[in-house]
């Protein structure tokens, strides 16, 4: 097998459809337009077998403080998941040659990986991809994650079932008030809304810039829709959505709301979960998150789906992670003595999955 950077779109998006792995954040102009707005040089590799296109790993190459990392994805670009897609024909394969394949393929992204010698590598897996055992068998660390999935192939009546007594109470007591659930592609209201639930908490949202979503938004119309939820005229929530694949939708960005005496989060979530299904798709994925967001999410009674971050640190990453660590730690002492700092700002400061 050979890797290649492939500079080509067309041949790119028509790898991505045909993938099982392959998603909306894979596709060409997604990556391009984070590539503008994260700082980070796109490095679309290719790995071929022969003439054959069998693998595509799109990787971000970015330097801070001195130091240089390999990203799929680069922190704060709302992208859930990312790293290899495979030609379909690779997981029809006997389990053995299927392996012999992730092998290769491994084996000729890490010696482009070692070209560039960063001192972090990092990415995350679609959900249902777990197999990275050749990263592990290479000294890389792998971590499970867990995204929540509600089936859409089930009836809406067991669907409604399935949600906790008290999430369907919260529903019903918003119905009564007559709610207007609107779709529309302009971002603004949602991200005023979205960033004012964060800066309540004292934590920066995670998200590069507002024009990086608003151009996501107007570069893909059909694929990123924005659903709003007003009471007597005035916003009650927000949040954006996106078709990731042709059969799985995506609950995207939001859970902030102006009306904290009202179950308006679920009822939202109820309205699109609906309008999904009648749309011919047959997963919601809610995506993955900590304790703080998993009891929300398990009202609605998902499936798990596990997917993988792998990652590799070298020695000045770590040293440079720690010292970033105390600095951070040292001016939070010295300004909030008496206050003590929420801990979704701590996991918020120090990054995901060890990034600085």
């Known amino acids: 097998m050979a890797v290649e950077l492939l500079d080509d779109k067309k041949r790119w998006d028509q790898f991505v459809e045909t993938s099982p792995q392959g998603l909306l954040f894979h596709k060409w102009d997604f990556l391009k337009i984070v590539e503008r707005h994260s700082k980070y040089q796109f490095l ?37 998941y990312l790293g290899p897609a495979f030609d379909p024909s690779v997981g029809a ?59 859409l192939e089930r009836s809406l009546d067991e669907i409604w079932a399935s949600f906790t007594r008290r999430c369907r109470q919260k529903i019903k007591r918003v119905r009564a008030y007559s709610p207007e659930i609107q779709q529309t592609n302009d971002v603004s209201t949602l991200l005023d809304l979205w960033r004012g639930g964060f800066t309540e908490r004292g934590v920066q949202a995670p998200l590069i810039s507002d024009s990086y979503l608003k151009e996501l938004a107007a570069t893909f119309p059909q694929d990123i829709t924005v659903y709003t939820l007003s009471i007597d005229g005035r ?79 070298d020695t000045l990453w770590k040293i440079g992670l720690r010292v970033r660590q105390l600095l951070r730690w040292r001016a939070n002492g010295a300004s909030s003595s008496s206050r003590a700092r929420p801990a979704s700002a701590e996991a918020a400061g120090a990054g995901a999955n060890g990034e600085t």
């Open 44 to 80: 679309p590799y290719g790995v071929y077998s022969g003439d054959e296109l069998r693998c595509i790993f799109p990787f971000f190459f970015g330097r801070k403080y001195g130091l240089t990392a390999l990203k799929s994805p680069p922190r704060n670009t709302q992208i859930w």
């Open 93 to 151: 394969r006997r389990a053995s040659a299927r392996e012999k394949i992730y092998d290769q393929v491994t084996e000729e992204l890490c010696r482009e990986i070692d070209k560039i010698a960063p001192n972090f590598v990092h990415f995350s897996t679609v959900p249902n991809f777990i197999d990275v055992r050749s990263f592990i068998w290479k000294n890389f660390t792998e971590n499970s994650e867990f995204a929540y999935v509600i089936d």
């Open 235 to 313: 916003l009650a929530a927000a949040e954006a959505c996106c078709a990731l694949q042709k059969e799985r939708y995506c609950s995207w960005i939001g859970g902030a709301s102006t009306r904290k005496d009202l179950g308006v989060n679920e009822y939202l979530d109820w309205e699109v979960m609906k309008r999904a299904k009648s749309e011919g798709f047959k997963k919601l994925d809610l995506g993955g998150g900590a304790a703080n967001v998993s009891a929300y999410k398990a009202k609605f009674d998902p499936a798990l789906e596990l997917y993988c971050v792998v990652e590799k640190k």
